[in-house]
């Protein structure tokens, strides 16, 4: 298995450029979830997934779009990066959803510069 | 509203010395409790969790912690600590449909 994979690990943007951070998981999770982390601020929830088809935002969802066609993949999409979106994004998934107790899975990471 | 606090940003201790690592939470019902670590440039891995039980938790890497529902406290201890213990370590609860993460621990480890 490969777990979590994320791409790209580093990315350098222009201010209004777009672009899709990718997340794969190959365990059969059902929750998938991104995460914004920032020196000082921790790990915050953009958006998360319960299954394929169903997406929610999490506490910092402005700027940024997901999709979940399938189980395995939940891309992020930066739709016109600003400054304030530099940050290390990790991508997640588990089993089931944080009620339940299941533990989640973190990919690599990817490191994002907005310019 | 579920919340995870972590009082102390960084800590330093010497190795060999023990460690403790607090860390506080808020929910409404019987929480599921997290542990993680995460090493420089790297994702995170999961140390220990708690879901019921024995409230004594046993981990990875040498690592324990107990949840005290008196004190809404899950704190994570090494009797212990190794030149690679040095990390940042997250303390997390999962609620409802999302799982909630403190702010993290630096912990620097002095030879």
């Known amino acids: 298995n490969a777990g979590v994979t994320q791409t790209p690990k580093f990315q350098v943007l222009k201010t209004g450029q777009s672009m899709t951070l990718q997340c794969a998981q190959d365990?059969?999770?059902?929750?998938m979830s991104w995460y914004r982390q920032d020196p000082g601020m921790g790990l915050r929830l953009i958006h998360y997934?319960?299954?394929?088809?169903?997406?929610d935002q999490g506490e910092v969802p402005n700027g940024y779009n997901v999709s979940r066609s399938t189980t395995e993949d939940f891309p992020l999409r930066l739709l016109s990066a600003a400054p304030s979106q530099t940050s290390v994004y990790f991508c997640?998934?588990?089993?089931?959803?944080?009620?339940?107790?299941?533990?989640?899975?973190f990919g690599p990471g990817t490191r994002l510069l907005v310019l | 509203a579920q919340s995870v606090t972590q009082p102390d940003i960084h800590i330093t201790v010497s190795e060999g010395a023990s460690l403790e690592l607090r860390c506080n939470y808020s929910y409404g019902a019987t929480p599921y409790l997290f542990w993680y670590v995460q090493s420089p440039g790297q994702g995170l891995q999961l140390l220990l969790k708690y879901f019921s039980g024995d409230t004594l938790v046993q981990g990875i890497k040498g690592f324990e912690a107990e949840f005290k529902r008196s004190q809404s406290s899950f704190n994570l201890r090494k009797p212990s600590v190794h030149w690679s213990d040095a990390a940042e370590y997250f303390c997390a609860v999962g609620a409802s449909n999302q799982f909630y993460f403190g702010t993290g621990t630096s912990l620097t480890v002095i030879p």
């Open positions: 365990m059969n999770h059902e929750y």
């Open positions: 997640a998934s588990s089993y089931s959803r944080g009620e339940r107790g299941e533990t989640q899975y």
């Open positions: 997934s319960v299954g394929a088809g169903i997406t």
